[in-house]
T-cell receptor
Framework: DSGVTQTPKHLITATGQRVTLRCSPRSGDLSVYWYQQSLDQGLQFLIQ???????AKGNILERFSAQQFPDLHSELNLSSLELGDSALYFC???????????FGPGTRLLVL | GQQVMQIPQYQHVQEGEDFTTYCNSS?????IQWYKQRPGGHPVFLIQ?????EVKKQKRLTFQFGEAKKNSSLHITATQTTDVGTYFC???????????FGAGTRLFVKA
């Protein structure tokens, strides 16, 4: 158990819909990262937040957005969903001064 | 943009054989990390290398960082079925730049 929690574990929805994925980092970690992993693919970095502020941005679609709240949990919002958005979405957190990332169990999104 | 290339993409070995995955970058890496993802699981941090030429060992796993800090390798001696999974190298976020993961090497071990 990494200490990072993600909800929900599974999500099935239809094209055109909007979903919200939630992540709670490890206690004390200020950084939260979001990744997308399609079937048997690598980890695509989406975005990073540090203490509520956006720190780095990867290949995140305009239909996707994220935020980190004062209690440090983070949400990833996916809208106008397409079939190709079906994937595993991982959240990771890291502590200050370290780049070591601790991954949550992921949310498996299926868009039908 | 900056990329971290990882080879091979897949590797099938017989249990007891050795395995190596390589990570290469066109630019100098500040440091490099290795992660393992078991089938159906999430990536788990293995190790971080920082110094040029650094070599670290974890039981049957040996990690190396190149002298020029542009490449790294992970070598597993005498693979076991518990070693199956995908091994990723990554250049962690430093100074506000995005984290870059290699594509991963998926290891299959036949008993």
């Amino acid at each position: 158990d990494s200490g990072v929690t993600q909800t929900p574990k599974h999500l099935i929805t239809a094209t055109g819909q909007r979903v919200t994925l939630r992540c709670s980092p490890r206690s004390g970690d200020l950084s939260v990262y979001w990744y997308q992993q399609s079937l048997d693919q690598g980890l695509q970095f989406l975005i990073q937040y540090y203490n509520g502020e956006e720190r780095a941005k990867g290949n995140i679609l305009e239909r996707f957005s994220a935020q980190q709240f004062p209690d440090l949990h983070s949400e990833l919002n996916l809208s106008s969903l397409e079939l190709g958005d079906s994937a595993l979405y991982f959240c990771a957190s890291s502590g200050p001064g370290t780049g070591t990332q601790y991954f949550g169990p992921g949310t498996r999104l299926l868009v039908l | 943009g900056q990329q971290v290339m990882q080879i091979p993409q897949y590797q099938h070995v017989q249990e007891g054989e050795d395995f190596t995955t390589y990570c290469n970058s066109s630019t100098t890496l500040s440091n490099i990390q290795w992660y393992k993802q078991r089938p159906g699981g999430h990536p788990v941090f293995l190790i971080q290398l920082v110094k040029s030429g650094e070599v670290k060992k974890q039981k049957r796993l040996t990690f190396q960082f190149g002298e020029a800090k542009k490449n790294s390798s992970l070598h597993i001696t005498a693979t076991q079925t518990t070693d199956v999974g995908t091994y990723f190298c990554a250049e962690p976020n430093t100074g506000g730049f995005k984290t870059i993961f290699g594509a991963g090497t998926r290891l299959f071990v036949k008993a």
